[in-house]
Structure formats: structure tokens, C-alpha cells
């Protein structure tokens, strides 16, 4: 897990948040932005969920580079009633949730250097903003973020976090949706990486699985590298209708009583789409 602080660095509110002071942002910070928005742009269609391509339209703003949030939220909050606010990094998880659960979405106030285009752990503005904003302008997605909001909050209660947090990973972050019979990215960390996004639908390493929200809830996750099973949702309405029609409260109590599984295990019981070969994971491992 990465560090996080305990109460909100110098300069930012008791509820994390910053001001974005857009006008600091350098020629050079705009440019890695610019560089990472249109190799993105370029290759998604056909790869991104119809969802997300629609959603892309509301970062097309009045200028070039990095997004100034205000000119952002506005367009945003027309759209769905979400908003994005600044902050200086990760926030505590319980601040997190709460911002979900008042349809805030909170990005990183910097971006990766010019160096570190195709990787860096700690989200960014890229990541949070190109990832995450054009499915909160996603009616249906904006309600499953807030929905996942609310969860987050009731989790801590049965320090479920853990549990709950993987649910987040395997579909806000790394989730794939069937679309016309095609597999399709929707997650934030596929979206923003230019990598991942061919090697999700293309490589036949990793698995892809049939979503399941107990068997997700199971799952353990890499968070240093390329993922070893996505899961495939029907359809948003599904995700959300999935979510709200569970009560959690018995399902923590069960999963529980069951094993965690590893990132790359495959069940008999599991909808497999894809039984990936885990040649790329593999190789890794050996080098
Ligand atoms: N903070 N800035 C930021 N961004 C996140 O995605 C984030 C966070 N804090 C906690 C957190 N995510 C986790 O609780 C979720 O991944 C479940
Ligand atoms: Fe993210």
C-alpha cells in the first residue's frame, strides 16, 4: 500500500482538498499532457466503451493542456452533477469515499515527468482526469461512483475495506464491458496507459472473466504492473443494479468464511471468456 498522510498537508483543507492554481502549471507540465491526451485519443476508438468515447467530449475544453477544474466542472456538472476537485495526492480512504458519496471526484494537482510517460504509481492528474472523468459523464456510471461512495463509508464500519476496495479496482479501474458482442475498456488505469490498453483486449496472458461480485470481492490485485484477470460486466445498468440490489452486510460476513485468491486463479466455477496462458506475468517473474 502506498503512504498516506494523516491529516491534509500544508495548504490544503480539512477535507484535503486544494486549489488548483492552474495558472502554475508550466509549458512543459501542458505539453506532457498534450503528448499522453493524443496518443490516447488516437487509439481507443474502437478499444474504449461507446460510454467513455461519449464522455471524452467533456474534456474537449476552451484550450489546450492540462485541464483548468472549473471550466471542467461546470461542463460536468451539466452533464451529471459530479465536480472535480484538487488535491496533492492520495487522500485517506474515508475522505475519499466521502467526496465519491457528494459526487466530488478528487485528481492529483501535478503530472508525471516528461520521463515517466508510460508509468508511475501514485495517480496523477492524467490518470484521474482522462481516466476517471469522461465516465462520470456517464449518467449511469455517475450513480455507480456515488453508490461505491456510500458502500466505502459503510465498509469502514466492518473493516471490510479491503473486500470493498478490490470491487473498486476490477471495475472502476480495470473494468471491461461486453459491448455488441466485443469486449471494450471502461476502467481508469486501462484508459490512461497506452500499454495496457492494447494489452488488455489483445494479449492472450491475462484472463477475462465473467463479473461476478463475490468472486471479486475475493480477488487479490498487482498494483505494479499489468493486471492478470479483468473482469467483463454485462452493462453499466448491471454493475449498478448489482450493487444496489446487494446488502453487503451478509456478504462480508461470508467472504470471510472463504479463501482469498490469487490475482491469476481460475475456478470452475468462473464464466472464463479468456483462460489466459500468463506468458507475460511469467516472463516477468523469471526476468
Ligand atoms: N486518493 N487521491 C486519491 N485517489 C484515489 O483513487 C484514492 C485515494 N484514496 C483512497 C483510495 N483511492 C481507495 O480507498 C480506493 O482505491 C478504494
Ligand atoms: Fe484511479
Known amino acids: 500500500m502506498e503512504i498516506t498522510l494523516d491529516r491534509p498537508p500544508e495548504g490544503a483543507a480539512a477535507d484535503w482538498t486544494t486549489d488548483q492554481d492552474w495558472d502554475r502549471f508550466t509549458a ?14 488516437k487509439l481507443l476508438p474502437g478499444r474504449a466503451s461507446q460510454a467513455w468515447l461519449r464522455g471524452l467530449d467533456v474534456l474537449r475544453l476552451s484550450r489546450p493542456g492540462i485541464p483548468n477544474f472549473e471550466e471542467l466542472s461546470e461542463r ?30 478528487v ?11 508510460d508509468y508511475l504509481q501514485e495517480p496523477d ?28 463509508l459503510r465498509s469502514l464500519g466492518f473493516g471490510a475495506l479491503h473486500k470493498l476496495a478490490r470491487l473498486y479496482w476490477y471495475t472502476v479501474e480495470f473494468g471491461l464491458v461486453r459491448e455488441d458482442g466485443d469486449l471494450r475498456i471502461y476502467g481508469s488505469g486501462i484508459v490512461s496507459s497506452h500499454g495496457e490498453s492494447i494489452f488488455a483486449l489483445d494479449d492472450a496472458s491475462p484472463n477475462r472473466i465473467g463479473f461476478d461480485l463475490k468472486r471479486v470481492m475475493r480477488t487479490e490485485y498487482r498494483i505494479d504492473d499489468y493486471q492478470q484477470t479483468y473482469f467483463v460486466i454485462p452493462s ?5 443494479r448489482m450493487t ?16 482469498d485468491l490469487e490475482p491469476e486463479s481460475v ?14 506475468a511469467r516472463a516477468k517473474k523469471g526476468a
Not at 236 to 240: A, K, P, V, W
Request: proline content about 5%; glycine content about 6%.
Open 236 to 240: 453499466f445498468d448491471d454493475l449498478l
Open 267 to 280: 475456478l470452475a466455477s468462473d464464466d472464463v471468456i479468456t483462460h489466459g496462458t500468463q506468458a507475460y
Open 125 to 152: 492528474v492524467f490518470h484521474d482526469v482522462f481516466g476517471h472523468v469522461p465516465m462520470l459523464a456517464d449518467p449511469v456510471f455517475a450513480d455507480y461512483m456515488q453508490a461505491y461512495g456510500r458502500g466505502g
Open 28 to 41: 512543459q507540465e501542458h505539453a506532457v499532457w498534450d503528448i499522453l491526451f493524443e496518443r490516447q485519443a
Open 76 to 105: 460536468l456538472m451539466a452533464a451529471t452533477g459530479w465536480r472535480v476537485v484538487a488535491v496533492p495526492g492520495l487522500v485517506p480512504d474515508d475522505v475519499f469515499f466521502d467526496h465519491l458519496a457528494n459526487r466530488r471526484f
Open 244 to 259: 444496489l440490489d446487494t446488502d453487503f452486510a451478509p456478504l462480508y460476513a461470508e467472504l470471510e468464511t472463504l479463501d
Open 107 to 117: 485528481a492529483g494537482n501535478f503530472i508525471r515527468r516528461p520521463d515517466q510517460l
